[in-house]
């Protein structure tokens, strides 16, 4: 139960936040004890099945699972050991997720125990963790962040550590891993599960949805946690934006929002703020356009505001979008394996361009003289290390000022002829990690608070190789549905650092969606006109259509389903 948080150190907002205790759909109230796992029909990857099914031989094709009413006393008979792990960035609403693990482990058997491996994945490895208990949760219920026990980005992969990882949760006697995560953390979740299966361990693998890029969804599972919050956030800080614009009405502010490989908080923020530009990327992807292309884009709608005296704007930038252009991500592409196959002779290089020059060298002739063509620091910035999973940093690629750049190049040069006569003043903003430990909003506190939750019973039925799902978003929160949706079920095979893997595959904005059809109606007027809205912060009192309002996204995609 929820309880005043004591510490000298909480704000005000924390200590009454603590106190709220989280709704639970009706199905789980009573506690694992009283649902029961209801098997549906065999599943199959979402692509290459044949490759998936011969690396999962063991966690392949499970059925999903949904949990109906019924006694089920057998699992609260015998006292267990389970283990939670973070994994990847931060998400609002992780530690609600462990709240709702303790309280329905410590439900189904008051002799239950829950453990915090330390530092994401690496604690696993060095089976440094701690107890996490009832008086320990105290002050964390409800908060953002994930300092109860850190989070970290090491990837179980190798033989060795999954021996290792295996051996000290057997030496622990733990009976169940929690592993809190996104796309390629719950791909490393469905690769602990198979291996544990196939070396006689009965130790249960269990994933939750985590990301606020909202990328790891199906019709299982309706959203990742920390979506509602982060663009809440996020939607916050446009609108202000919106507001001074339109207020000084003198500069072009080019805003780069996070979402590493998809642009649903972009949308998402599109449509709480009416800015007069976005960017979406898949839009560019399937359009095949190119840097060139994009520029005139910009241009064109810059100079028709500037014709009617509007020398003023907002254009929202997805962090991913210079992965979405076809001709740079041809060049990514190229760079992962170069940078990956040749990684012991770039390291005893000493300088940035000693390494771009070898990396020309052994480009194809298109993508070398495009790398060529590039400033200095973008071409910089391709070229810095990935990340423990392979993927590009593209955090730290400046995509909006490299678009600023190159647009005032393109205006100059419609000024000489004529074509346009305004002022381009511009202020660049990149919003990415203020959004990513906010408190979380009241849907991301119950809906955390339910999966973690859920997955107490997931575990506790000895589920191996799941995610946790609790479905039925749009409702309050009483009707949501909750079970479990195979790891395997939502695999493909992708390239990563040269080689050939099976990972979750990402949920891209479809353009055939409704949050890409509701925008791409309005965003001809709000081009030429100031339709900005002004959300403002995150309301965690008064009325409940403000409190507990969903994503546009959200209530676009399901408004069709059932």
């Not at 490759?51 to 699972?65: D, L, R, W």
């Not at 006694?71 to 609260?76: R, Y």
């Not at 939607?235 to 490989?261: P, Q, T």
């Amino acid at each position: 139960m929820a309880t005043t948080s004591k510490n000298q150190n909480c704000s005000l907002l924390q200590t009454h936040r603590c106190k709220y205790q989280p709704v639970l759909p009706d199905i789980l109230k009573k506690g694992p004890c009283f649902v029961k796992a209801k098997n549906g029909k065999a599943t199959q990857s979402v692509a290459d099945q044949a490759a998936v099914k011969k690396m999962f031989p063991n966690t392949y094709g499970m059925p999903e699972i949904t949990f109906t009413k019924g006694a089920n006393p057998a699992i609260g008979k015998k006292a267990v050991k389970v283990a939670v792990v973070l994994s990847g960035g931060q998400a609002p609403g992780g530690h609600n997720v462990i709240a709702g693990l303790l309280d329905g482990l410590k439900k189904a058997n008051a002799k239950n125990k829950l453990y915090g491996f330390l530092g994401g994945p690496s604690g696993i490895l060095q089976a440094d963790w701690k107890e996490i208990t009832p008086k320990l949760m105290e002050s964390y219920r409800n908060t953002g962040g994930f300092d109860l026990i850190q989070s970290g980005r090491t990837k179980i992969e190798t033989e060795e550590q999954l021996a290792q990882a295996l051996e000290n949760l057997k030496k622990n006697k733990v009976n169940a891993l929690v592993i809190v995560g996104g796309d390629d953390s719950n791909t490393n979740a469905g690769v602990l599960a198979e291996y544990f299966k196939q070396h006689g361990s009965d130790i249960s693998v269990i994933g939750v949805p985590k990301t606020i890029d909202g990328d790891l969804k199906n019709d299982k599972i309706e959203t990742s946690f920390g979506f509602d919050t982060a663009t809440k956030i996020y939607a916050e800080m446009v609108g202000n934006i919106c507001r001074d614009v339109n207020s000084a009405r003198k500069y072009w502010h080019f805003v780069r929002l996070m979402g590493r490989s998809a642009s649903h908080i972009t949308l998402e923020v599109a449509h709480k703020t009416h800015p007069n530009i976005t960017l979406v990327g898949e839009e560019v992807l399937a359009k095949k356009m190119t840097l060139k292309q994009i520029i005139d884009y910009l241009a064109g709608i810059i100079v028709a505001r500037a014709k009617q005296g509007k020398n003023f704007g907002v254009v929202l930038v997805p962090e991913g979008l210079i992965e979405f252009i076809p001709e740079m991500k041809s060049l990514i592409a190229a760079l992962n394996d170069l940078l990956a196959d040749h990684e012991a002779e770039l390291t005893n290089m000493s300088g940035i361009d000693e390494k771009k020059a070898f990396i020309i060298s052994k480009l194809p002739a298109k993508l070398a003289a495009l790398m060529q063509s590039l400033p200095a620091g973008i071409a910089a910035q391709l070229m810095l290390d990935r990340d423990p999973h392979g993927n590009v940093q593209v955090s730290l690629i400046e995509t909006e000022k490299l678009l600023v750049e190159m647009l005032r190049t393109k205006l100059a040069d419609l000024k000489k002829a004529g074509k346009y006569n305004g002022k381009f003043s511009t202020i660049t903003h990149f919003f990415g990690y203020e959004g990513r430990c906010g408190v979380p909003s009241s849907f991301d506190a119950n809906y955390t608070y339910a999966l973690g939750y859920n997955a107490a019973a997931l575990a506790l039925n000895g589920c191996n190789g799941y995610l946790s799902s609790v479905r039925n978003l749009t409702r309050k929160a009483a009707q949501w549905q909750c079970g479990g949706v195979p790891l395997t079920m939502m695999m493909n095979m992708e390239r990563r650092k040269g080689k050939d893997k099976p990972v979750i595959r990402k949920a891209l904005v479809e353009l055939n969606g409704e949050p890409f059809k509701q925008f791409a109606k309005k965003r001809e007027q709000w081009a030429m006109n100031e339709c900005y809205q002004f959300p403002g912060p995150i309301q965690y009192f008064g009325p409940a259509e403000v409190t507990d309002m969903i994503t546009y996204t959200l209530r676009f995609e399901r408004a069709n389903k059932k």
